[in-house]
């Protein structure tokens, strides 16, 4: 079974730097795609930064250059690095997993954590 487990999440200002972490169990890194989506109040879900099986990554457009994903495998755990943050980009963001291919956005077939939440103010 797998378990994602978030955190790292908080209230930061515009122009600031979150790094949220997902422990993983009962995941294999190789077979399947890992990443995070956020989702705002009113909004619909956006897949945001994900790691294929083959080590590739997908970034959603409104996060290139400022969102890096990475993994450690051998913590179990994969990370978020948020930098330039902006008031858009409040949401509450999930760790998900089971994607045969990026994005994740928590789809069926994905399994995904509790969330953390991030707000960024002006």
């Known amino acids: 079974e797998v378990m994602l487990v978030e955190s790292g999440g908080g209230l930061v200002q515009a122009g600031g730097s979150l790094r949220l972490s997902c422990a993983v169990s009962?995941?294999?890194?190789?077979?399947?795609?890992i990443g995070w989506f956020r989702q705002a109040p009113g909004k619909e879900r956006e897949g945001v930064s994900c790691i294929n099986a083959d080590g590739s990554t997908y970034s959603g457009e409104s996060v290139k250059g400022r969102f890096t994903i990475s993994s450690d495998n051998a913590k179990n755990t994969v990370y978020l690095q948020m930098n330039s943050l902006k008031i858009e980009d409040t949401a509450v963001y999930y760790c998900?997993?089971?994607?045969?291919?990026?994005?994740?956005?928590?789809?069926?077939?994905?399994?995904w954590g509790q969330g953390t939440l991030v707000t960024v103010s002006s």
């Open positions: 009962g995941f294999a890194f190789d077979e399947n795609a």
């Open positions: 998900a997993a089971g994607a045969v291919r990026c994005p994740v956005r928590g789809s069926v077939g994905e399994t």
